[in-house]
């Protein structure tokens, strides 16, 4: 069987004029290519009813599968219904169901649905609802027959992501599974690594990654970590966990050392938090330099007892100025920093009250370099465990100005791990 | 004269698959904009021929203006020469003066040009090429008759933002003002406010925002800080200067109240950081909950001798284990917040040698609230002037979680900018 083909028709004037970029089509993208399906073209368009026509008519023609988010308010601005409709030569009609819908939703906030709401219950002829369990708009599901006498089908949804998102994954995705794989069934896996570049980590992945395999393995990046996420179809969900888990162990057996969780949005800070709330020992984070991206994410974790704080200076001296404690001169011995910076580091974990210091030293300065890419630039990170030890890693690290930071604040997560591991193995 | 109308298509399977975000086109969408022409569609395809044919030939079919990003390097992915000779329906010629060019960039790097990089210099019959100067691709601009005897005209850009603004900047920008506007010249200023919603601005902004405003506004929103960037368009460059400057202070007329200071990456920091500079005094923030935003920001400001740092903990109660000081009980009296820490401040203010203090107390958990919209929870921001004085400011704060933090970080530094000017008035 051919792969099914689609479309992502984005609606807004918000996004045609560059206001708002849309992220909508990229997730519903990397969804579709999950199912198997091939997306050919994106389309966005205005709030104008003969560009949104225009854009319907062409997408039909061209493509097995529309997904269109945006244009199902209330308002007057909102044209995905008519145009559909006109796309289609079909008239609109009301849909009792979906208006009772509606009605209910402001019932329950206390309000009268005001007259106009009532448009959102209005769908072209032979289309079904799809249930939007978030808002008031339903999404439009919409058979759409060519001239030839094949079919194409749009699906429209909101253009609010929380609300397309849960009306993809719950009604879209199943309705598309059951065109293109009667029967089956579909779960996914996502796995997280950080270490290396996009590249290397494409070629030690080699075939895993092809677009054909069973179960299909994709990859993005976001700010130097990479999320692999594992997409398996089969006959049972018990089939599609036994594919995913002995995939995941291929993966491990490839990138393993590479690997640090599970989970869309679970970053290094939080396996690192983990394994301190554990030991019940507590983390300051000491960020010299350019940037203290780390003493942020590390409160973002939520309130976590073993986040000790973060401490931001300009520079060594500014340490020592702020520890009131004298830093002797670097010897040859290019690694006396433990001896050079220990008494400092002590008032530091003393007035933290913490175990473990992670100490970057020091993040580049960006505002020399806008636009351009950054060359790569030496830095230390260093590690003090409870007992006073400290080890020290010197990277060098560089790249584009928008993602040198986070990049240098997960190489100093990525050695605080290790140490963390070391410790534990003593 | 009727509105130029355009298409941008961005070109290539990272965005096709959803695995990278397309920003080049929104972009162009407020450059395009700015220039009076309308932009009507955007199209995504990916490194497939008979796709971008498709969206080649569409877009000429209804676009005067076609902007395209992507496509023009020297692999065999790079299909956009090739599209539009096939969507024009013309063959590819070598240019002597590209494949000059293109020979020059790689003998400067001390490097032999490979076979492959002589397609960069191929480009469909009566096109031509648009310089650049920071990589090999030259773009094309390509005039392409419609069967009706009307034009269009292909600009095709390559992918890369940098090269691709320079680009637009330097030959598609004074193309289309010459097919648009013959003669005429255009400048701009940006604007930037913070302290308002976006609808709020708009609001207050009225008919200064309309689309066939001269000069026209342009209005974008960044994590809570608006710019407004004004774009005159004058038979002289001194015509637009005075067009700018009447409508800057119309602006300012309306809300100044909110402006902050000019250009397209100044921030409030910006703002702050002139003024401790011009009085030579050093600030520390304190950062209280769940972000530490300010820290990094600040930091990022590049090496400057008036940041004396930051510091992040979970609460006041790690306020005061940190400087060791006991914080008394809160009395009746809500604002009695200068009597009750004053000593763990002074202490903050020793150990950072700073003379101003800002403190966010506290920013809120979001990771009990992810994918939904966070209630206004109450915060307040302390300033604490040199002389010891504590200015609060009780604020509530919500919204999407991934705008929480910032918005909460912006508001304190509008509200010590505030306390800064006040102080040099007294």
Redesign the interface.
Known sequence: MPHLNAEII?IGDE?????????N??????RL?ELGVD????????D?LS?NT??FR?AVR?ADIVVATGGLGPTRDDLTREAIAEALGRPLQLDEASLKHIESMFAVRGREMPQRNRSQAMFPLGASAIPNPQGTAPGVDAPSPREDGTESRIFALPGVP?EMKTMFDASVAPAILSLNHAGRHIRHSVMKFFGVGESDMEERLGDMIDRERQPRVG???SSATISLRISAMGETVAQCEEMIASTRKEILDRVGDLYFGDGE?FEQQHAVEAILREREQRLVVI?L?????L??W???????PV????????NVG?LS??AREPIPPASDDADDFAERYNACLQVVRK???ADWIVMVDA?P????H???VLPASPLTIHVCDPQGNVASQHKRIGGHPSIV?PRIAKAALMFLRSELKAAATK
Chains 1, 2 share one sequence.
């Open positions: 984005a996004m045609i004029s560059g206001a708002r970029i849309d992220t089509t990229a997730w519903l993208s990397r290519a997306v050919h073209f994106h389309s966005t368009v205005g104008t560009h225009d854009a062409i061209r929380d990859i993005t990046v949005t960020e330099g350019n940037a203290a991206p003493g942020d590390l409160a973002a974790l939520g309130d976590s986040i000790a704080g973060g401490l931001s200076l300009a500014e100025r702020f007035r933290f009250h993040y300065d960006l505002t020399i806008e636009g351009s930071h």
